[in-house]
């Protein structure tokens, strides 16, 4: 189970944190993906690190988002600074066993869902 937690309302050029707590698995054995969907877009890959450590950004947030990991309190979190406009959605964090990096971009590749979490950003 995965519980999404943090999100908000921040003005443009503010920070969020947000968090995704494991349960019930062990969060190092798994890869992890932040995904946002915004109304009327498809579910997108935000951030993702795998098992070995790999991280991957989506080009619209590199530099400005930060994935990290505490496997001791199974928890990931995704640091969101300057944030846009553009950045508004609800924030999912997901875990999936055995993803390799050149999967981490696909949904389907991931076992288990948190609830979302919704982020808006006003202008």
């Known amino acids: 189970q995965l519980q999404a937690s943090g999100g908000g309302l921040v003005q443009t050029g503010g920070s969020l944190r947000l968090s995704c707590a494991a349960s019930?698995?062990?969060?190092?054995?798994?890869?992890i993906g932040w995904f946002r969907q915004a109304p009327g877009k498809e579910r997108e890959l935000v951030a993702s690190?795998?098992?070995?450590?790999?991280?991957d950004y989506a080009d619209s947030v590199k530099g400005r988002f930060t994935f990290s990991r505490d496997n001791a309190k199974a928890t990931v979190f995704l640091q969101m600074d300057h944030l846009k406009a553009e950045d508004t959605a609800v924030y999912y964090c997901?875990?999936?066993?055995?993803?390799?990096?050149?999967?981490?971009?696909?949904?389907?590749?991931?076992?288990?869902w948190g609830q979302g979490t919704q982020v808006t950003v006003s202008s």
């Open positions: 690190i795998t098992s070995d450590g790999s991280t």
């Open positions: 019930g698995f062990t969060l190092n054995y798994y890869a």
């Open positions: 997901a875990a999936g066993q055995g993803i390799i990096l050149s999967e981490v971009r696909r949904a389907r590749a991931y076992d288990y």
